[in-house]
């Protein structure tokens, strides 16, 4: 049984089983990190950044995410 069909099986037939909504940690700067790197990403798939060019840009926005969350911890 393919996975999704597994979890749709357990939310119906589980009766605690409870939603809730949770806000985003949007303006969270290692969230904000990881939005940044699945956009470059996407902009990779979608030719708007050249492939060979993500090595080189995936460090400069770790740093800059990293040092962005330093001085907040401050």
């Not at 597994?6 to 605690?16: F, N, R, S």
């Not at 904000?32 to 995936?58: F, K, T, Y």
């Amino acid at each position: 049984m393919p996975t999704l069909l597994k979890l749709q099986m357990l939310a119906e037939y589980t009766p605690d089983l409870i939603f809730v909504h949770e806000k985003a940690h949007v303006g969270h700067p290692l969230n904000e990190a990881a939005d940044s790197l699945a956009q470059l990403g996407l902009r990779a798939v979608h030719a708007a950044v050249p492939v060979d060019a993500i090595p080189r840009l995936v460090p400069l926005r770790v740093a800059g995410a990293l040092d962005d969350y330093r001085r907040r911890q401050r």
